[in-house]
């Protein structure tokens, strides 16, 4: 027996095969920075400062700025360096500031002076404005894809458990009859916003700084928009002040949008806490997505949703700098947005995992669907369906049922549910005539039919159920292929732009 | 002599005819809560409210839960209540909770019980939710058509002002020259990716909630797609339970938009208030617009500039609550996010004078073109720009021309400028044949031909510039006819669905 | 019957009495600005607008600034001014800005130019900055001492409860048995924290800016640590520049203290709104501080707890705000803080109750002590303790018996607890020649027993809990005493500076 | 010449001796995270763990749960590992979880099972939390010692430069003079609360929650007291429950107070950012603290301030992040709160530079004096004083004055400055006969003058600067010797309890 292993994870090592998989997953989702380093940041844009830069030799070649033996010297240069990243030969001299003083050096160590050539009109400060957005499209169009996978399963499920009754609340009180698959839809719902909302991000980072210089342009004959074309961009950041000083608006406007999108995971996320308590035990999670305790042996804790609900409040907190970092700043770069950058990279790092751990989890998720369904007994979940059932067959104000409902539900307290006989009985003492009659008692009293009588668009009735399903999954089958071609389009033009160079050869 | 007015605006109240208008536009707007009180919310909502009782009213109509007569009586008690509110003499009863209840009560005391048929799968939740999105997708598009029209005075100066040069910064020390016509453009660039993001806005906002009840859909015969029809919405927000609990979002999503947008419009403010200190003078704001000191009799304080970094500082706290606010609740109607409602009230109210008030400010601002020019002539703007012309014309890199102009601007600091021959000392003492001729001295000497020789797309040359002036204009005029389109449908729907009413009589 | 009541508080209206009074309070609570409008942030301010006067008075008099008829003149004009303030006949008028010109308005009325002197060597900055600390020292004070007493009824309730056992929770899930009394208690620690950044707070708050004027001083002779005096502060904030732009940190330091506060009152909420569910059972709320529903006759909505966590929130937004505000600015007064004004008292009118409904809501609790101790006996919440029993008696690591424990929870799940057979078939399973004796066994069978083996300070065992009530009790008394001390030097100082302007007729 | 230099820093690395320590350091403190990679948090905790497990070394021992033979192998084993990790021979296994587990499986390798009795009634959650809280109370520490080593330059310097004349700013506009020195005293008043408040947080940081176990005591006999005593406490945090649920709190305690007090060095960041810029030139900051550019061979850019304004935005955020975490959350511990660790340790590492770079900067500064003084000539900074004056010579009441004054400063714009005969005819205009007499127009025509006349208690006037130096040195003594004295004895616990671990051998 492996003493190591014995010791930190006594109870919840015990997995194999995909269980383990999963259990690795989980655990590093939630593991944090205990003892794991963080990279410096520029680590994450070596490929996108070596796109820019061959974006740059292009047109400087072209513009016949540098000479053809200056740019063939180069183009060699920049496939070595670009093949010495892919195979990990690679890495950052912490000396040598940012990524592209490092490329810079490593260009210069090849082609001599050529290096220092290839930065005519060019300035760090939309070098490096040019790489995060580079950096930070891909992340959107990555992370808009995990959450459509994630989507498609929620919305499988729902189909199956469109018939599966639970109690709905409001105020964390029992309110009225609902089911499983209506709550999932209704994440999906929201979700679809975020995918929305994200896909405006996405136009709005995929915009090019490159060519703007310091902020104020160039004597330099760069083609602009040429340059945005080779790095797949869909148009120009035109002027050049902007550009600039829209660096920290890329990461401000995602930390907005994974600000409300992480609100709604972490409402997920509560739903299951809430659910798999012992009081609920209306799910069950997976024992490989749970946790253990190093000192109660019996505890299976969702860390995973907690986790995921801290992960919310660090977005929350990273918009809140970030907005106020550029709060009251004038005309021009300045260097208190630097923090942009860690706060951008570390914002992907916190919420990118979600998506797939949410579709661990639901995927292996077990519903208590008896449990359930015995809870939409109590509480009297049937009150307000009564009221309006008799105020529709009786023409009754519903404020008058809704009175003698109220008188029912408080004499029947010690049971737990409405019987006919206590309404009836309310109903006469208020003075009115009419009387619930044995039928239609019938009809309130099984959570199923309840939720069938429930007929309007978009309520948890199974058939409406059914439109709802069937209506998202189309719009998440559109965004799907949106993303897919788009995601195509930005790799063609790399490719594209990669020969290019080879035929400056 | 009126000894009140003496006493409390001593210096700033002698303006006459449009600039007393001005003053008390830009008073009002500074003035804050400090002796005005503010209205109750509810008190918004009242035109809401009755749009959605009507809608209410057709659908219960329609689907025959209502009687001709009572349809009849409710259609004109409805009527009568519009007028009643439109004349100013409807107001609200604080006893009566809110909006809903006093609409509904004051309904009750025309017609007696239909009144409370009228709510027949109505709840709160989605009345509120429902009155929310009329309220806010109007001060949307108002706010944007706002924002409009100062983008317009924008790019008419930027026109003017093209060829106005001045320092451009970075880090707050002079980098480049620039002009003011660039500056004003690089606003409109950010503003416009403002008018987008409050476009995505809308159309999340103007989604119908009505019919979901409490969230849980309802069992009387509802038509929620013709509900939102008749009410102008662009579509339903389909499944009931996120109909409801995304009411929240809504805020969030404006609070979002706008701290982004605030952020943006204190930018300028900062650019106003620093070019607009004694230190520079570049720019002369009108005395109407600044205010005085109870005790400096000398000052001219931007007040209103400091009042919009002030409330940006207000948006993003906002917003800070609601992220908050909305973290961690489990599926279901909370009531903590009540605050949403005067979050989002105050928001707009905080926010919304700020394009107008920059159209005062900047209609009246005086230039100092003479100062600006001036000043372009310390600081050694012109540094960046002879290295690169020696870099272009010698061949030489730019790393090591850097080097010689650094050398040489530390020679020059006395004088403030740099001299041909100084620059060529530095060429010669680091071992370069190359010299500055005469002709390429000159072309560098004035701001002018420094910013002509700037050729990159989006650039401060006023031929640049006017390229970006042409194409942002064709943009602003876009919006311009999509939300005036936007803004009669509206109109239209509101006439329509009162005239559907009155077929009621 | 009244149709307005009836319409609605259908079901919440029905109490009578001391229960009636209550939901009174509570629904005032809850309330929030739908219906109630806000009074003018000045409006709070008249009384220390006017004691701010009153030492300026004294002080030019005193120096002779002021003729012994002008002071006549003026101590009468202020003796009735504040007069008419407490007779209610004393209001504010919008036109004249604010609350300093209003009051100084109000005594040139009467005295003519006299109180035009009266303003010699002040300025609106260091006047504000004055009355500010004057109103919020004085909510510091009494919110400290609604605090103590609801820490003094819950020692009271620990004390009875202390015996009380239900389940401890981590992670959401069932970790330890532990009591009610001590979890009141564990409230009452974090609250005192709470009592002690408080008095931090008020201590910082209570000096004097006045005499400061604009920021930098004046030129006629005021006594400033006299005028501290007068005002019962503490001492003078003597650099006269940061006296006047420290002005926002008062409210800057008020919200963090609230922040962290309003998150010791949200945990508290939580626990409500969690025990309280119809899935525990464990506590149950009076009828009269719950909310009902328009459409759902049997609910009894925790909202005052949801409020709560809501006010949580919005305190954490203005203290956003208020950061983000003062970041950024140079030395000087700005007028971007001018918001602290209204976001200070927003601040106040939210959390100022909280304390008093936590009062009434503990002081009408019921708790279901059946179901709370038979929650104790699922969830295997013995585990921890069988093992460390286990490793106490038998000398074996903690480790080995954790895993043991762990095997033998997996073979009882079905049935809910764990058995001694179950434990020793464990332990022989992985070879071990402990077993646990039938005695010990019956030790730990029981939630009493369980707690009653909990030995170290602080623990939940009672007779530490006891112990804890009468230290934190003693702490209690203590802080009492000092704020009734603190409260009545402040009336007297009060008296005493009216007494001198009496003395000046 | 070494092109790798060359290359990255052309211009600002020609430092040498104390000016190239001094450059280096400032290039540290503003490089962030581009190339540097972050630690793990855990990595920090080393020291505090092994101490933690000393103290639960002697407690379990002095029991006798632990035998004398286990305790003197333990004891060994600690002593060993200590000075493992002293000589930087101990680091952190990322596979075992945590510092804890570490420190646990390098014991258990030396003694074996004796590892798993030395956690005996421990928990994860207690030892966090106290190897959290004797980590912070250190940082604590040594930021207010640090703080206070600037706040001693400040006083010495503003002893030399209380009569440096400057004109002081409201709304960014010239208000009056005032003084280099008033300026630094004010900056040290200010800087003193946040020392108070330091106090403070450093107070209710060093309790121990040592004994809590799980948050629910233990039955294993420690006494906690001891144990605090041991590790330097200066009490128990009693209450169990509260002792594991407040961790979070340290944390956020350190970043309320963290977050004004970057407030306050964002102020000082401000101040030097304007008057460093070429329209002021009022202080040169020395080249080595400044950064340049990549382009622009001119550039002395003040990138340490900017970047301090950006941590002041950081540090907002992450208390926004960490007040959010904890809201909501009932009793117990949730991993939610895990986050807090990272925050705590990005919020020190942020801000732990700012007193030191501070001290380099202004220990380094140049003051134009000349420039300082010849800006106090322009602006009218004089106007409030001449309405002062002439009020008081006059007996006229200052409401008039100021209105005369007002008219004299219109009619002298142009040439900036007031003149007696302007004056003069201002108060002949408004009818008033008094006149200002040549000797006072010429006492108020120097700023020294205007400044000598400033008579109050903390105005600029150097006599009253000279009293506030006095009193603030004092205080600032007191609390260096408050500091030593608690940092002594902290080490003094140290060493007695490594004593006692050696005594068990």
């Known amino acids: 027996m492996n003493a190591k292993i014995r010791t930190h994870s006594p109870v919840w090592a015990h997995g194999t095969g995909k269980a383990k998989e999963v259990r690795e997953r989980i655990v590093a ?9 963080l990279a410096p940041c520029d680590e994450a844009l070596i490929h996108q400062d070596i796109s820019t830069n061959e974006a ?6 072209k513009a016949g700025v540098l000479s053809k033996k200056e740019s063939r010297s180069l183009a060699r240069a920049l496939i070595d360096l670009r093949g010495q990243f892919e195979s990990g030969k690679f890495s950052l001299d912490p000396e040598l500031e940012d990524v592209h003083i490092n ?13 220092g050539r290839l930065h005519s009109g060019r300035s760090r400060n939309d070098q490096v404005a040019c790489d995060l957005r580079l950096w930070h499209r891909d992340r959107i169009l990555s992370h808009i894809e995990e959450t459509l996978e994630l989507l498609t399963l929620w919305l499988e499920q729902a189909e199956v458990e469109k018939g599966t009754v639970l109690p709905g609340f409001t105020h964390h009180q029992r309110a009225f009859v609902t089911t499983w698959g209506h709550n999932l839809v209704a994440y999906v719902q929201a979700w679809l916003r975020d995918v929305e909302r994200g896909w405006g991000v996405f136009e709005r980072t995929n915009r090019s700084p490159i060519g703007a210089a310091a902020g104020f342009g160039t004597s330099w004959p760069l083609d602009r928009e040429w340059m945005a074309d080779l790095l797949g961009f869909d148009s120009v950041l035109e002027n050049s002040a902007d550009a600039v000083s829209s660096r920290i608006e890329v990461e401000t406007d995602i930390a907005s949008w994974m600000s409300i999108w992480m609100n709604h995971c972490s409402l997920v996320a509560q739903d299951l806490v809430l659910f798999s308590m012992e009081e609920f035990k209306w799910v069950r999670l997976a024992v490989e997505v749970t946790t253990g305790s190093s000192i109660m042996p019996q505890k299976r804790n969702p860390d995973f949703a907690e986790v995921i609900k801290g992960k919310a409040s660090l977005v929350h907190g990273s918009l809140a700098s970030l907005l106020s970092m550029a709060k009251g700043q ?10 942009s950058k860690p706060l951008g990279q570390d914002l992907w790092r916190e919420v990118e995992g979600v998506p797939e751990v949410y579709r661990l989890v639901f995927g292996s998720l077990k519903l208590d669907r008896k449990r359930m369904k015995e809870a939409t007994k109590g509480g009297f979940l049937e009150a307000a369906e009564w009221a309006d059932s008799i ?13 003698c409902i109220g008188q029912a539900v408080d004499h029947c307290r010690k049971t737990g549910a409405l019987t006919r006989s206590a309404v009836n009985d309310a109903l006469k003492k208020n ?3 009419h009387r619930v009659s044995a039928a239609t008692a019938k009809k309130l009293a099984s959570p199923e039919s309840l939720i069938a009588g429930r007929s309007t668009l978009g309520s948890p009735n199974p058939k409406r159920v059914q439109e709802q399903i069937e209506s998202f999954r189309a719009t998440v089958v559109g965004w799907k292929k949106k993303v897919d071609r788009t995601t195509k389009r930005m790799e063609r033009k790399d490719r594209e732009r990669q020969r290019e160079i080879e035929n400056l050869l």
């Open 29 to 37: 989702f939630c593991a944090g920075r205990d003892v794991t380093s």
């Open 56 to 61: 740059a030799l292009l047109a400087l070649a």
């Open 103 to 115: 490329v810079e050096q490593a260009l210069r160590s090849t082609v001599g002076d050529a290096a």
């Open 330 to 339: 004038p005309s021009g770069y300045h260097r208190d947005s630097q923090y």
């Open 391 to 403: 105020a529709r067959e009786s023409g009754l104000p519903f404020r008058d049922v809704y009175t």
């Open 431 to 433: 003075g009115f005539e």
